[in-house]
């Protein structure tokens, strides 16, 4: 069995990802209210208790944006370069922010999760793009916040996930 170690904020900490993906001892250290600048804090604590997880998502950012924080890309960049540091085995993913719907950040996160994605490329880390699929769903994915997400989009986040890992343990 493979290890999956989740980082991030309320977004990834609100769905009970060992049911969804049984296929992997899932480690989810999400923590809601989480920025860019709090998970970076963390690495270190968090590489002396988790070993040698197979793949590792990243899903912060949120809150920096919603917040106005001006390094969070800083931050993201350091978070992809200390965690290939600690775990040069691991597949490393980044997921893309979500479509949120609360003007102005609906304009502000398409250019933000390219700008992510460059950094993973940068990094030699992976992009995995849930703006595209949760922004065309038919489904309802917001709950009334306009930040966190219903069931449903859970449900298509998962789903990409699993696709992901599917693909890196093919290539592998």
Avoid at 68 to 81: A, E, M, S, T, W
Avoid at 131 to 149: C, K, M, N, P, W
Wanted: aromatic share 6%.
């Amino acid at each position: 069995m493979t290890t999956l170690l989740l980082l991030g904020d309320s977004l990834p900490a609100g769905f009970d990802w060992q049911r969804r993906i049984p296929g992997q001892q899932v480690i989810n250290l999400a923590v809601p209210g989480s920025m860019t600048g709090d998970l970076l804090t963390t690495l270190p604590e968090i590489s002396k208790r988790i070993s040698a997880p197979d793949t590792i998502m990243v899903m912060v950012g949120t809150n920096d944006l919603l917040c106005g924080q001006p390094d969070l890309l800083d931050n993201y960049k350091r978070i992809l370069v200390r965690l290939h540091h600690d775990y040069p085995a691991a597949e490393i993913v980044a997921s893309s922010l979500f479509p949120l719907r609360q003007p102005p950040f609906t304009e502000q996160v398409p250019a933000l999760n390219q700008r992510i994605e460059a950094l993973t490329r940068q990094t030699g880390s992976c992009f995995l793009d849930i703006y595209q699929r949760l922004a065309t769903s038919e489904a309802e994915i917001f709950q009334a916040d306009g930040v966190h997400i219903t069931a449903a989009a859970y449900e298509i986040w998962a789903r990409a996930l699993l696709e992901h890992i599917a693909f890196l343990l093919e290539d592998d």
